[in-house]
């Protein structure tokens, strides 16, 4: 084998112990959060045939596919989201029960130039409804969100809505074109909190091409409060659809508990072009600087691009490492690869089995315990201890043993208990 | 968007909510038996530098890598295990404490020719204790199998052990070559459990091009006891090193308490030419045609391919689908892709909120329940919780809402049952 130098690729990265295992906790924390509303995971292959993939992201998005023809020349391409995955299973799939509730956390790759938190590959996280059009769905969506956020400790944050039908009937009056210009408008507004109202107000006439009167009108629209909504729109159909909707929406905010955490953003524009309704960005309030950390709408047309009936659908997204990042700012959680808090050393050979027996008890308990590998030195064995972030070490020596005791030291503080053999994991719970 | 046919690579599966609900929690629970031992998890990238993998799984899996060229042109191929990313990460990290216990759970890629069980991509699901030579870590090995095995609920099972020092002083006293031949020989006697001892008999001769004596031989050392190993292994260095080694696990296999389920076979010879002592298989005896669950062994050279110094392992690597299919057929698991047995349903909007708290109630009271997206009449809410498979469906009606009281009805028996608002959690649980 000819020796060569481990590296790895630009953009990707190993996510270690200390890292990866307060992560995968809140992985966790927030899969069972989504089942305990009734979704169910789902898992899609990696590889797609190109043809599923191309042509739903954009040309820009096109260009970021891993795309390669696979040993049988097949032209293959690695997921970019798992939202045309998604799509694809619903078409495959016309016997699954509606609504269809499934979570789904799983790696995407995108070949985008890799820079400060941008990577090539990255964990997504999507809960969706698929096959309800009823606002409940949508409602719902603010749920599990906020009770996402609560199961992990964040009491602090608000989840910011719109409704789609309101720029689309903004946009219209102004008579901004539909499709590209009228998606270039929205980035532009979809600035607004990083850049403020005059920077956008300039990059409207810039970029947009807008007259005064249009962005006056941008702007009327992003002060308006819900209620004179729908007077504004009076004359447009799908403006007092949004409003209604939107409107609804708030309604059964109040209903589900979550009233309080919720805010209506008529700024909220979303990068994607293929939300139909409710949009939602969500924002930990005292980590606001990180953006949105969980975002998503109502995409009533995509989920029928293979052909099926059209499929009405809405969910969220959560932003895995974002969160994760907030969680870090906010202390709610540290790093630490180590599962256990406990170590049981191992005095020598003739011991070694009553260490076993202990290990095995603590762990029947529910207290995770390492059983050190060897018995050098007690000494070497704190080290260790110490080196692995290990709170309490369990000595059982041979007079231990003989006695039917065993002895606790936390190793911080170097006290040490000597107890009754099985009442140490009383002890340590 | 051009009207594309919704379909899958051959060789690939979606895993649909009845599959994969009750999968991940078979996963779940393996790693949560993988923690309480101070196995902490990794995540590498799907995606590696190519010739980090190429030429570690011989000619054979070269041709199988998933390799292509990147957008920059880079030499890229999807992982083909979860090894030989670890010996990249410890190659990359020597920070990393020693003995570094990790496991992994993720998918691999490998270009194979689907058949009946034969994946493209799949997923591995490795536990390894790297940076120890101690026999106590093969022995954890063994004890963390069988832990995993119990917390699925599976009690009879055995686990195959052998070392491979034996193999290696067994094929050196008859003469055979190492390398290729001797890997040709242990792959003939691989196939004993499947093929029996006249089949593998003339394999050795047609196959391997073995003599009668040489046939008798290995068959003679199928058969000892491990107590006659050290005396049948007297002139091998290397064999008596195996007898002790096997003897010791055995004598720690009974101190940490598995030794019942610990057998010695001395046919076991793993495929891969890594393994440099123990090695293991894990059968479930009451569905053994499955083959094994759980497989593994010492490989003390393998880690240093990446120009470091020497890192003794070991580990097992449990066959996720295969162990999932011995549950489904030990009648432990069953698919079933409904997280929730309770269904509260909607009678109409001027009840939802109650119907909305009632749900918010039973999940903070640790009873996972869905909320119908809707107020349809009660038939249609109820065949909806027959087709999902719920247990229960809750009725909070204008009377019930007006009195404090909510109705559980049982679907399968029709039973209903009115009990006090805040009493319904604790009927339900």
């Given at each position: 084998?000819?020796?060569?130098?481990?590296?790895?690729?630009?953009?990707?990265?190993?996510?270690?112990?200390?890292?990866?295992?307060?992560?995968?906790?809140?992985?966790?924390?927030?899969?069972?959060?989504?089942?305990?509303?009734?979704?169910?995971?789902?898992?899609?292959?990696?590889?797609?045939?190109?043809?599923?993939?191309?042509?739903?992201?954009?040309?820009?998005?096109?260009?970021?596919?891993?795309?390669?023809?696979?040993?049988?020349?097949?032209?293959?391409?690695?997921?970019?989201?798992?939202?045309?995955?998604?799509?694809?299973?619903?078409?495959?799939?016309?016997?699954?029960?509606?609504?269809?509730?499934?979570?789904?956390?799983?790696?995407?790759?995108?070949?985008?130039?890799?820079?400060?938190?941008?990577?090539?590959?990255?964990?997504?996280?999507?809960?969706?409804?698929?096959?309800?059009?009823?606002?409940?769905?949508?409602?719902?969506?603010?749920?599990?969100?906020?009770?996402?956020?609560?199961?992990?400790?964040?009491?602090?944050?608000?989840?910011r809505v719109n409704n789609r039908k309101l720029l689309t009937a903004l946009l219209a009056r102004l008579g901004i074109a539909e499709g590209k210009?009228?998606?270039?408008?929205?980035?532009?507004?979809?600035?607004?909190?990083?850049?403020?109202?005059?920077?956008?107000?300039?990059?409207?006439?810039?970029?947009?091409?807008?007259?005064?009167?249009?962005?006056?009108?941008?702007?009327?629209?992003?002060?308006?409060?819900?209620?004179?909504?729908?007077s504004w729109f009076a004359d447009s159909e799908v403006g007092l659809q949004g409003a209604a909707e939107l409107n609804a929406l708030l309604g059964?905010?109040?209903?589900?508990?979550?009233?309080?955490?919720?805010?209506?953003?008529?700024?909220?524009?979303?990068?994607?072009?293929?939300?139909?309704?409710?949009?939602?960005?969500?924002?930990?309030?005292?980590?606001?600087?990180?953006?949105?950390?969980?975002?998503?709408?109502?995409?009533?047309?995509?989920?029928?691009?293979?052909?099926?009936?059209?499929?009405?659908?809405?969910?969220?997204?959560?932003?895995?490492?974002?969160?994760?990042?907030?969680?870090?700012?906010?202390?709610?959680?540290?790093?630490?690869?180590?599962?256990?808090?406990?170590?049981?050393?191992?005095?020598?050979?003739?011991?070694?089995?009553?260490?076993?027996?202990?290990?095995?008890?603590?762990?029947?308990?529910?207290?995770?315990?390492?059983?050190?590998?060897?018995?050098?030195?007690?000494?070497?064995?704190?080290?260790?201890?110490?080196?692995?972030?290990?709170?309490?070490?369990?000595?059982?020596?041979?007079?231990?043993?003989?006695?039917?005791?065993?002895?606790?030291?936390?190793?911080?503080?170097?006290?040490?208990?000597?107890?009754?053999?099985?009442?140490?994991?009383?002890?340590?719970?």
């Amino acid at each position: 084998m000819a020796n060569v130098k481990p590296r790895i690729l630009k953009g990707f990265r190993d996510y270690l112990p200390d890292n990866m295992l307060p992560k995968q906790r809140m992985l966790d924390t927030v899969a069972r959060t989504f089942e305990s509303f009734g979704f169910a995971p789902l898992v899609t292959p990696a590889l797609e045939y190109a043809d599923i993939l191309v042509g739903k992201y954009g040309d820009e998005g096109d260009k970021l596919l891993y795309r390669f023809l696979d040993n049988g020349d097949r032209d293959v391409a690695l997921r970019y989201d798992l939202t045309v995955p998604l799509a694809r299973v619903i078409g495959m799939n016309p016997q699954l029960a509606k609504p269809f509730k499934r979570y789904q956390i799983a790696p995407v790759w995108r070949a985008e130039k890799p820079g400060r938190g941008r990577f090539r590959e990255f964990v997504q996280c999507d809960v969706d409804i698929v096959g309800s059009d009823d606002l409940m769905a949508d409602a719902e969506c603010l749920a599990v969100g906020a009770a996402v956020l609560r199961a992990l400790g964040v009491d602090d944050f608000v989840l910011r809505v719109n409704n789609r039908k309101l720029l689309t009937a903004l946009l219209a009056r102004l008579g901004i074109a539909e499709g590209k210009p009228a998606m270039a408008v929205l980035r532009s507004v979809d600035k607004l909190p990083k850049i403020g109202e005059a920077a956008v107000r300039a990059l409207l006439v810039s970029e947009n091409g807008l007259g005064s009167a249009a962005v006056d009108g941008i702007f009327d629209f992003l002060k308006l409060d819900p209620a004179e909504l729908a007077s504004w729109f009076a004359d447009s159909e799908v403006g007092l659809q949004g409003a209604a909707e939107l409107n609804a929406l708030l309604g059964l905010a109040t209903e589900l508990g979550v009233r309080d955490r919720v805010e209506v953003d008529l700024s909220i524009a979303r990068g994607l072009d293929y939300y139909t309704g409710t949009i939602y960005e969500t924002f930990l309030t005292a980590a606001e600087s990180l953006g949105s950390v969980m975002s998503g709408g109502r995409y009533d047309d995509l989920l029928g691009m293979f052909g099926g009936q059209s499929t009405p659908a809405v969910g969220i997204s959560l932003g895995v490492d974002r969160l994760f990042a907030g969680l870090l700012e906010l202390g709610l959680v540290q790093e630490d690869g180590n599962p256990t808090r406990v170590l049981v050393t191992v005095f020598d050979a003739s011991t070694r089995a009553a260490s076993y027996a202990i290990a095995a008890d603590l762990r029947a308990a529910g207290v995770p315990c390492e059983v050190y590998l060897g018995a050098p030195r007690m000494k070497k064995q704190f080290q260790y201890a110490d080196r692995r972030g290990v709170a309490h070490v369990i000595i059982a020596g041979p007079d231990e043993v003989a006695r039917g005791e065993v002895t606790i030291k936390r190793l911080a503080t170097g006290e040490q208990l000597t107890v009754a053999r099985d009442a140490v994991a009383s002890h340590l719970r």
